[in-house]
């Protein structure tokens, strides 16, 4: 059984949701006042998932694969589980580096340092990565 995908409506409004956090900060930091919208967000997300594709396609083949063995071994509740459960990691680890950029007393400067490593491509998968071999070993185990 493939994994579920997140629907593109279900990304928008995720996409909203981050971007109506940002008003949430005590100095009113919003996208605006880095000169930011929620396309230039959309865009460079495209932008990465264009640039990692591989690594993409490799890692939902394998989520794939993981999930049908939860599934086979324990149903559809051992599936889901283990969904929830790495769903629930990835968040906190996205929301602990997020936390980490802002956790600064000028949140207009910690925006731009944020922009400034999206803009870098600093998130890119590329041999500086220090599991860069392994994320090359799952694109060769998904293309065979």
């Known amino acids: 059984m493939r994994p579920q995908r997140t629907s593109s409506a279900h990304l928008g409004a995720e996409r909203q949701r981050l971007a109506a956090n940002l008003t949430d900060f005590p100095t009113s930091v919003t996208l605006s006042k880095v000169h930011r919208s929620i396309r230039w967000l959309d865009q460079r997300s495209l932008r990465w998932q264009a640039r990692n594709v591989k690594y993409i396609l490799a890692s939902e083949k394998y989520m794939g694969a993981r999930f049908a063995e939860d599934e086979a071994a324990g149903g559809v509740a051992r599936r889901k589980a ?3 459960e790495l769903t ?3 968040r906190r680890s996205g929301e602990a580096a997020v936390n980490a950029w802002l956790d600064h007393p000028d949140k207009l400067q910690a ?3 944020a922009i400034a490593i999206i803009e870098s491509g600093a998130y890119d998968i590329s041999p500086k990565l220090p599991m860069y071999d392994e994320h090359e070993s799952l ?3 998904a293309q065979q």
Do not use: K, S
């Open 82 to 84: 283990t969904m929830d």
């Open 139 to 141: 694109v060769q185990w």
């Open 111 to 113: 925006c731009r340092f």
């Open 88 to 90: 629930a990691l990835v």
